[in-house]
């Protein structure tokens, strides 16, 4: 089935203590992003990737590091959390083709 | 800079309506539009994908126009269910790298 997984689905952690949400794609897509989700905001991308080791910031990088070393995993790192990355996060991949996105289920981080 | 609106931020509708939801975007230099559900909680599921050059789709009960010309694209739900209850996004592609969201219609079917 083709499907884009993250990993943990829901994570509760305290201020400072660093952090990996993966994301795992298995449609061979070139391009991966990740959003977060915020009551009143709606969805804005934090960081995109158009292939294996290109990355580039999306509207709210602040905070996030992303690495692409294999096609299929862009893992989202928060080095430092603070509270205010308590957000409902979403990976998502596409093809060049048509640029059509899948989503993750999405991740809810609390950071206390 | 490409802004993307819908209305209205919720409907309720008993069981049975058709019910358009209505998207709105102020830059027509889109490569396309794609239209997600969401239910509380979980992730976003594609629902339909415009590209650019194209004025509808359609599948099963749903139906989605776009307008370029005009910044509007609309999704219609024919014989609305319960089940259709959740959030509908709409979502702009100006170009490879990311797309750019509205907020959102909740859309409440009551049986």
């Known amino acids: 089935e083709a499907q884009v997984t993250q990993n943990p689905r829901y994570l509760i952690t305290v201020t400072g203590k660093k952090l990996t949400v993966t994301c795992s794609q298995n449609m061979n897509h070139e391009y991966m992003s990740w959003y977060r989700q915020d009551p009143g905001l709606g969805l804005r991308q934090i960081y995109y990737s158009m292939n294996v080791e290109v990355t580039d910031k999306g509207d709210v990088p602040e905070g996030y590091k992303v690495s692409r070393k294999e096609k299929r995993n862009f893992p989202l790192i928060l080095e430092s959390p603070s509270p205010n990355q308590t957000s409902l996060y979403f990976c998502?991949?596409?093809?060049?083709?048509?640029?059509?996105?899948?989503f993750g289920p999405g991740t809810r981080l609390t950071v206390t | 800079k490409q802004e993307v609106t819908q209305i209205p931020a919720a409907l309720s509708v008993p069981e049975g309506e058709n019910l358009v939801l209505n998207c709105s975007f102020t830059?027509?230099?889109?490569?396309?539009l794609q239209w997600f559900r969401q239910d509380p909680g979980k992730g976003l599921t594609s629902l339909l994908l415009?590209?650019?050059?194209?004025r509808e789709q359609t599948s099963g009960r749903l139906n989605a126009s776009l307008d370029k010309s005009s910044g509007r694209s609309t999704l219609y739900i024919a014989a609305s269910q319960p089940g259709d209850s959740a959030t509908y996004l709409c979502a702009i592609s100006e170009g490879s790298e990311k797309l750019v969201f509205g907020k959102g219609t909740k859309l409440t079917v009551n049986p």
């Open positions: 998502a991949s596409s093809a060049k083709l048509n640029w059509e996105q899948y």
């Open positions: 830059d027509s230099a889109i490569y396309n």
């Open positions: 415009i590209q650019s050059s194209q």
